[in-house]
């Protein structure tokens, strides 16, 4: 069985980095090079979705859609008034206001679903959780392809019991939010490598992997390994395509200062990976399990941190490999990491 992102003529994957770092002139470059496109559709409502799966469709041959699946978890309130009160002082020095109460959401993920049924596209895949049975067979049934990302040897399980097509494993060293089902666990440091490894010997599906990919070594360490392809994100960060921030891209280039990486809830209350900073050090002590409630709570802060050029209270997505990101066209990019595996 073949899937969409083995069809490419390299096996890269352009990761879908939501919240506007993954742009539609991301996935044309993306697919210009040879690799497999993603949208971002985390975060985005249908009608924001729309223009960019449409704009897709006229740039690449092949391409996928990323959606965030609902895994509400159950919220601890006194904890989540303890993060209030928390980041109130820093608040009131951006001129943010704090919403006193917790606002949840679906990411309007019903909504994308069916129109996604409407407007079919080659592969949909899931985050945060693994799509149902019922949506797999819905989007089967208008010839779409369904990708679940898992974290762990027992999603992958679960993943193709429900019929998926495909895999993407992500390993605890990728920049941004963990996929993982159970984000109350807590995820251990591990390579990319093993992991594949050993879902592999437990699923047989066609799968794609990333996480802490740092150039292009890992990528054929993971080809080797039996992943079909190979998820990007963090090299694309400072692509000129990608919408990355400008206090974002310096941070990233600043490796005297920004040192390390670390998976913290301090954001939105899901664990994610970012360079550690001031944001970091001050809330992930207080942090806690509670997405969407503490992305929505801690937004308004980082918008006017990111307006006012601060980057020690955004959240500097960023995998372990982020050293190794370069500024340049991501086409040239991509190019340079697949180029010796085409197919």
Same mark, same amino acid.
């Given at each position: 069985m073949t899937i969409a992102f083995e069809t490419t003529p390299?096996?890269?994957?352009?990761?879908?980095?939501?919240?506007?770092?993954?742009?539609?002139?991301?996935?044309?470059? !993306?697919a210009a090079a040879g690799g497999f496109p993603f949208v971002a559709g985390g975060y985005l409502s249908v009608d924001a979705l729309a223009p960019l799966v449409e704009r897709a469709r006229a740039s690449a041959e092949t391409f996928g859609v990323n959606l965030f699946a609902?895994?509400?978890?159950?919220?601890?309130?006194?904890?989540?008034?303890?993060?209030v009160a928390a980041?109130?002082?820093?608040?009131? #020095?951006?001129?943010?206001?704090?919403?006193?109460?917790?606002?949840?959401?679906?990411?309007?993920?019903e909504e994308k679903i069916?129109?996604?049924?409407?407007?079919?596209?080659?592969?949909? #895949?899931?985050?945060?959780?693994?799509?149902?049975?019922?949506?797999?067979?819905?989007?089967?049934? !208008?010839?779409?392809?369904v990708a679940a990302t898992v974290t762990t040897v027992g999603e992958a399980t679960e993943a193709a019991a429900r019929g998926v097509d495909a895999i993407i494993v992500q390993g605890p060293r990728a920049g941004g939010h963990t996929g993982t089902v159970d984000p109350t666990r807590t995820i251990e440091d591990r390579s990319t490598l093993d992991l594949l490894r050993e879902i592999l010997a437990e699923v047989d599906l066609p799968t794609a992997a990333g996480g802490g990919v740092d150039g292009v070594a890992a990528v054929e360490e993971l080809l080797e390994a039996g992943a079909s392809a190979v998820v990007?994100?963090?090299?694309?960060?400072?692509?000129?395509?990608?919408?990355? #921030?400008?206090?974002?891209r310096a941070a990233l280039q600043d490796a005297a200062k920004y040192s390390e990486t670390r998976l913290t809830r301090a954001f939105t209350g899901r664990p994610a990976r970012a360079l550690v900073n001031d944001?970091?050090?001050?809330?992930?002590?207080?942090?806690?399990?509670?997405?969407?409630a503490v992305h929505h709570l801690t937004k308004g802060v980082r918008a006017e941190a990111k307006k006012a050029g601060d980057p020690e209270n955004l959240n500097l997505w960023a995998g372990t490999?982020?050293?190794?990101?370069?500024?340049?066209?991501?086409?040239?990019?991509?190019?340079?990491?697949?180029?010796r595996f085409a197919r």
């Open positions: 390299l096996p890269i994957i352009g990761a879908p980095m939501a919240g506007g770092t993954t742009t539609p002139e991301l996935v044309t470059a !993306v609902p895994n509400p978890v159950p919220l601890d309130r006194a904890a989540f008034d303890r993060y980041l109130t002082p820093l608040a009131a #020095s951006f001129g943010v206001e704090l919403a006193p109460e917790p606002v949840d959401d679906d990411d309007h993920y069916a129109w996604l049924i409407d407007n079919p596209v080659p592969l949909v #895949s899931t985050t945060f959780n693994l799509p149902t049975a019922e949506v797999v067979d819905r989007l089967h049934a !208008v010839g779409t392809e990007v994100g963090t090299l694309l960060l400072l692509a000129d395509e990608a919408g990355t #921030s400008a206090p974002h944001f970091v050090r001050e809330f992930d002590p207080v942090a806690l399990d509670a997405y969407p490999g982020y050293r190794w990101a370069m500024p340049g066209s991501a086409e040239t990019i991509v190019k340079e990491l697949g180029a």
